[in-house]
């Protein structure tokens, strides 16, 4: 039997729905609108199929870290499972690689917000924008997860109300002749000119919005009970993929080729169809001034969901990898406050990091996001593969090959088809990345002489009931409780 302690730990706060609003937020569902001009240049004005493509991707790596959350039911995401699985060495340069994809996301919405923020007051100094706006997040997650959930679920509400709104508009413009002239069309999934390489190259811009599924496992040790956890990854994915479905669907109906949104908006040049929000025009195209300012406001809300929730999920993974150290770095990082029971130290680290929103560009930081989160999720499927197939060495029958081989395998494959479609500069600045972590790791081990260890808090799970999966580096652990 676990031995308890005294020492402060996350709180168990959160159930299925919270968690998968949290998800949710993080994903940031009005992304299809804030993009689609420059994924529909890439995919041929086939929006909604490279949102399906990039979902079927996320559905097979969506079952693995369903699977293995039960089995490794901790805070630290790919980081646990390849640390447990493969060699906490291998965890070390994973959850490095994470880091790219956690840690940058806060960031991201910090400039999303600036770019806001310019447009309205374009000469006023926009680092006291961004210092503010930070603070404020980084406050309301040092303050409380429980809290942090609520205004999430709150921001989510809305914006999934507007995208619906959006949606009926559009349906009564096409009925009057816009666009495709009637929401029963298949031109938005296909047409003579369908190619995989555009469809390949527009789904790995869009896996960006499906980013946050993932980050639900980050809350494995808040949620109410660990079977939590893997019910959320499903269904905040699958909510999430019907929603950019949607929102895909009757925007390129309404707007059959990208360059249509330009009409809505005369002061828009064909570049900024990439480089800049197309929500504003196709909200004002579908719903005139009011219902732009309301889908804009939408948009401002959902940044700020995002905020939350991708901030308190990467001082979660900062926090797991912290307990794992030694030293007084570890310590710091891994501090729980004895009163709101959240990483603090963690927290505050993020808000930090995310100030570098004051000099960055969204290019580079969306290249080293996808960066990061392809090698997660590349990895997370690899290690159903040796926790099972080989380490447990359930390949007995059809059924158990389908399961521990063929899914997880097909995952593999097609998270490294989204990842080899990168472009050279992400490629070229997340390869750089991934060499400083395995630097540090040397550093850390003292040449790789001395392994990490992994320790997981399993104090929590032994008064829940829940079979404990403790492995030492070398043996066999407890079976997981239950099928996915």
């Not at 950019?244 to 064909?270: C, E």
């Not at 889908?295 to 797991?320: D, E, P, Q």
Request: aromatic share 12%.
């Amino acid at each position: 039997m676990a031995t308890k302690t005294s020492s402060p730990r996350l709180a168990r706060s959160l159930g299925l729905w919270a968690i998968v609003g949290l998800g949710l937020g993080y994903m940031t569902p009005t992304t299809v609108f804030d993009t689609f001009g420059g994924v529909a240049e890439e995919s041929k004005n086939l929006v909604p199929l490279a949102y399906i493509a990039a979902l079927v991707v996320m559905l097979f790596t969506a079952i693995s870290y369903g699977r293995m959350t039960r089995v490794f039911p901790s805070a630290g995401s790919a980081y646990t499972y390849t640390s447990e699985t493969i060699h906490p060495n291998v965890g070390f340069v994973i959850g490095w690689s994470s880091l790219l994809d956690y840690l940058l996301l806060p960031m991201v919405n910090a400039l999303i917000g600036k770019n806001y923020f310019e447009s309205f007051f374009p000469d006023a100094p926009v680092w006291i924008f961004v210092v503010i706006y930070i603070a404020i997040i980084t406050a309301l997650n040092f303050w409380s997860m429980k809290g942090t959930s609520n205004i999430n679920m709150v921001l989510v509400a809305f914006q999934t109300v507007a995208i619906l709104v959006f949606c009926v508009l559009a349906w009564v413009q096409l009925s009057h002749g816009a666009g495709d002239a009637t929401p029963w069309t298949i031109k938005p999934l296909w047409t003579d000119q369908v190619s995989f390489n555009n469809i390949a190259t527009a789904a790995t811009i869009v896996c960006f919005s499906f980013i946050g599924f993932d980050a639900i496992t980050m809350y494995s040790e808040e949620a109410k009970s660990p079977s939590t956890v893997p019910k959320a990854i499903v269904v905040a994915l699958l909510l999430g993929g019907l929603i950019f479905f949607l929102g895909a669907w009757f925007s390129q109906s309404v707007f059959p080729t990208a360059t249509d949104i330009l009409s809505y908006n005369p002061g828009l040049k064909p570049d900024d169809l990439v480089n800049e929000s197309t929500l504003p025009p196709m909200a004002f195209a579908v719903g005139g001034t009011w219902f732009k300012i309301v889908f804009t406001a939408a948009s401002m809300g959902a940044m700020v969901a995002s905020s939350l929730s991708s901030h308190a999920s990467v001082s979660r993974m900062i926090y797991v990898m912290g307990r794992n150290g030694k030293g007084p770095v570890s310590r710091f990082l891994s501090f729980i406050h004895p009163k709101f029971f959240t990483p603090t130290n963690a927290v505050i680290l993020v808000g930090v990091v995310s100030l570098l929103a004051i000099p960055m560009d969204l290019d580079t930081a969306y290249s080293l996001i996808n960066f990061g989160a392809l090698i997660a999720f590349t990895f997370v499927n690899i290690t159903v593969i040796v926790y099972y197939a080989i380490r447990r060495r359930e390949v007995h029958g059809f059924v158990q090959v389908f399961r521990n081989i063929v899914l997880p395998g097909i995952g593999v494959v097609l998270t490294l088809v989204l990842w080899v479609n990168l472009s050279a500069d992400a490629l070229w600045a997340g390869s750089i990345w991934l060499v400083i972590g395995v630097v540090l790791l040397g550093y850390l081990t003292r040449f790789f002489r001395k392994p990490l260890t992994m320790r997981m808090e399993e104090e929590t799970l032994a008064e829940e009931g829940t079979p404990i999966p403790h492995i030492v580096h070398g043996h066999e652990e407890a079976p997981e409780p239950d099928r996915v």
